[in-house]
């Protein structure tokens, strides 16, 4: 099976299981906005929960704060949204779709390496044992041809993001002979702007006085904040103010499901620095963000630092924690040294003095900004999608299983009966009361045991404790390992230590320390 089918069955599954729907489903959908249903908000709070853990409570210079999403229409002037939050655009003539024009020559840039990567694999293939990968990427015709015309095209897509020429952005793509994905033409408009954020009126007021926006970036609110935070919390720099909510983009190119949604959720952390140090803290916030991913358990492997060509217009380094998704390695967060540049912005404008006194030096200064951001929605889509498997089983039969990491599973366990008589759901019903206090658990007495383990491994339930009529006379479960699906007894009274070791989010946050 293909990825792009792996892909779809998944996008298919976490509707059927109840993890994520499509917005406004009975009027065929909202494009690119979706809700999560009953298991998908457990999965998402627990990421949520996992992070804030790891941030706020691990670290004592940080603390949290809840933002609204409404701000007044200024900060977004002086954050650079309403002047440069924009997308170079380009539609394609004959299909009538619409592209981000960077995303084209990425795609395209993408497709060179492949074709290195392809020639390398033919030069092992063909060399074997005596294969020199180094010197065959350094000599290989074929390899330096397409490797020119590579560094070329990147070097133009460079230059022309930095300088806002979008001229000669479609000029890169006519002569990279960029095609329609679907039309298969060139035939190409010119490329324009287009800001993404969402405006609407406040209260009554209509026109350009009323107009606010729908925050693109909860990091805003975090600013604005800060010296209320510093003062009222008595902040030493450096310190961080960590936040969880809401933000809202209008994507043009909105696809491979919640990966890119017009409305999504971000966990956002600013960490506020003496100016000149940005780049040790810039490093060192590299490694505990990767530190805090890897922890979760999906493999090393899948993910990698990209560190960007073109600079946000507050950034002056950054890089984006890529993520092997099934649809390649993608940004999945983003870490970068913002300066002073939303802080000096907002002095400037409010006419507030929005400076840190510092009692060492007794000097006072606009502190610099390390900021981390990670999109909840895709950290849901990297656990889902790494944690999908169809699986063929011994005796020709098949079990579709999403082996979740347990601390962040939605469901920890399930209590079923064997049987529907015989006092056995009465007592499964006594394990489950005991349990639930610790434990997000399901009780599931329809159908065969087969049936209901299959039903528990397609939501990525860790552990399922059958009660049978042995249990009534000897204290004894049975409890199954949902990966191994290996099923040992054990004494009722040990079923609390044995799951929780497993699915307490200390498993995580003890690898974050
Ligand atoms: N405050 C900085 C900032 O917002 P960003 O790289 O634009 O930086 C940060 O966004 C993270 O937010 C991304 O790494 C991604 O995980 C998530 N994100 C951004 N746009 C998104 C979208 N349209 N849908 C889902 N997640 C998105």
């Not at 904040?225 to 969880?244: D, E, S």
């Not at 030096?361 to 889902?384: H, K, M, N, W």
Request: proline share 3%; glycine share 6%; hydrophobic share 35%.
């Amino acid at each position: 099976m293909t990825q792009e089918e792996v892909f779809k069955n998944l996008t298919a599954h976490c509707k059927e299981y109840g993890f994520i729907f499509q917005s406004s489903e009975i009027y065929d959908g909202l494009s690119a906005v979706y809700d999560y249903g009953q298991l998908g908000v457990e999965l998402k709070n627990n990421i949520k929960n996992y992070w804030w853990q790891a941030m706020v409570r691990l670290h004592d210079n940080i603390v949290g704060i809840d933002s609204a999403i409404f701000m007044h229409p200024k900060i977004w002037e002086a954050s650079g949204h309403v002047a440069a939050f924009n997308d170079p655009l380009i539609d394609n003539r004959d299909s009538k779709k619409r592209y981000r024009a960077d995303v084209l020559i990425e795609d395209f840039l993408a497709k060179l390496e492949e074709k290195i990567n392809k020639e390398v694999e033919k030069g092992r293939r063909k060399f074997g044992e005596t294969f020199d990968e180094e010197q065959f990427r350094a000599t290989n015709p074929n390899v330096l041809r397409i490797k020119a015309k590579y560094d070329e095209t990147h070097a133009r897509m460079v230059k022309a993001l930095d300088n806002n020429d979008l001229e000669e952005m479609r000029q890169i793509i006519i002569d990279s002979d960029i095609v329609c994905p679907i039309s298969g033409t060139k035939n190409w408009t010119d490329v324009r702007k287009f800001n993404l954020m969402f405006s609407t009126q406040l209260g009554n007021v209509s026109g350009e006085d009323g107009t606010i926006y729908l925050r693109p970036e909860t990091a805003q609110g975090i600013f604005v904040n800060f010296l209320n935070v510093q003062k009222t919390g008595r902040m030493k720099i450096p310190f961080g103010i960590a936040q969880i909510g809401k933000a809202f983009r209008n994507e043009i190119v909105a696809r491979q499901f919640i990966f890119r949604m017009r409305e999504f959720e971000q966990m956002e952390m600013q960490f506020f620095i003496k100016p000149g140090t940005e780049l040790d803290w810039f490093a060192k916030w590299k490694e505990t963000r990767l530190q805090w991913h890897k922890a979760i358990g999906l493999g090393d492997d899948k993910y990698r630092f990209h560190d960007h060509d073109k600079l946000a217009h507050y950034a002056n380094a950054a890089t984006d924690i890529e993520f092997n998704f099934p649809f390649g390695f993608k940004e999945l967060e983003g870490i970068h040294s913002r300066t002073d540049f939303d802080l000096g912005n907002h002095q400037r404008m409010s006419g507030r003095k929005i400076q840190y006194f510092d009692p060492e030096t007794q000097e006072s200064y606009v502190p610099y900004v390390i900021e981390t951001s990670i999109g909840v929605d895709r950290c849901v889509l990297a656990v889902l999608s790494s944690s999908y498997h169809e699986e063929a089983l011994e005796g020709g039969d098949t079990r579709v299983v999403l082996s979740i990491p347990p601390a962040l599973a939605p469901v920890k366990v399930a209590v079923l009966p064997l049987v529907k008589k015989d006092g056995l759901p009465e007592k499964a019903r006594e394990i489950l009361t005991a349990l639930r206090v610790d434990f997000n658990c399901q009780y599931d007495e329809k159908d065969s045991i087969g049936k209901r383990y299959r039903r528990q491994d397609a939501i990525g339930t860790p552990y399922c404790v059958t009660v049978d009529h042995d249990t009534l006379t000897d204290g004894t479960v049975t409890i199954r390992y949902r990966d191994t699906m290996e099923q040992e007894r054990v004494p009722i009274d040990a079923l609390r230590n044995i799951i929780f070791d497993k699915v307490s989010l200390n498993s995580l946050l003890t690898k974050n320390i």
